[in-house]
């Protein structure tokens, strides 16, 4: 049972647009949310967060939309540049603890 | 960030051999690591939380006897994969708990490969 989706295994945005990368739960105990990028044969890097008690977050390009009624989160970068190319992980944290789980990924691509 | 290496980055063994990751706290102390392993276009996987001077807790269907975690000290713990076989074959990360809990610090990551 997947308890963080991320629906859109891949997304292609010409260079300047926005890219939108979305995420679901399902378990309504997690309280933090995180973004990774992640390249090829690398580990992941932390992007941006957000707190249950936010539904918005922005730094820089990036920012990240938490609706906790429809356990949906978006992560929006704007504009997009040809170096976000990259794997985004969601990941979710639950309040008993630092465990993260994690989405499977959306692979953004940013043509020049 | 913290900083976290992990050593080999990427290891061929022949079937039936054992194999050890190192992961590294670089920059400061680590009384929690998390291994994870991640297949080819698959997500990351949680195997298990080590807590230094502790037992590592593992995840359900992850071997414990397969898959020895040692974290000995606050930047050091390794992980390794005993008895190795093609199937185990993966990318495996590391990642330090961040002090605020919030966050947590992958490694590079170590690609094994097993013939």
């Known amino acids: 049972d997947q308890q963080v989706k991320q629906n859109s295994p891949s997304l292609s945005v010409q260079e300047g647009r926005i890219s939108i990368l979305n995420c679901d739960y399902t378990n309504s105990m997690f309280d933090y949310f995180l973004w990774y990028k992640k390249y090829p044969a690398e580990g992941p890097t932390f992007l941006i967060s957000?707190?249950?008690?936010?539904d918005k977050n922005e730094d820089g390009r990036f920012t990240v939309f938490l609706n906790k009624s429809a356990k949906h989160l978006s992560l929006h970068i704007v504009p997009s540049q040809p170096g976000d190319s990259a794997v985004y992980f969601c990941a979710a944290r639950g309040n008993a603890g630092n465990m993260l789980t994690f989405g499977g990924g959306t692979r953004l691509m940013v043509k020049p | 960030g913290a900083v976290v290496s992990q050593h080999p980055s990427w290891v061929i063994c022949k079937s039936g051999t054992s194999v050890k990751i190192e992961c590294r706290s670089l920059?400061?102390?680590?009384?929690?690591m998390f291994w994870y392993r991640q297949f080819p276009k698959q997500s990351l996987m949680l195997m298990a939380t080590s807590n230094e001077g502790s037992k590592a807790t593992y995840e359900q269907g992850v071997e414990k006897d397969k898959f020895l975690i040692n974290h000995a000290s606050l930047t050091l713990s390794t992980l390794t994969v005993t008895s190795a076989h093609p199937e185990d074959s993966s990318f495996y990360i590391c990642a330090q708990g961040g002090l605020s809990y919030n966050e947590q610090f992958f490694g590079p990551g170590t690609r094994l490969t097993v013939l």
């Open positions: 957000i707190s249950s008690i936010k």
């Open positions: 920059d400061f102390q680590a009384t929690t």
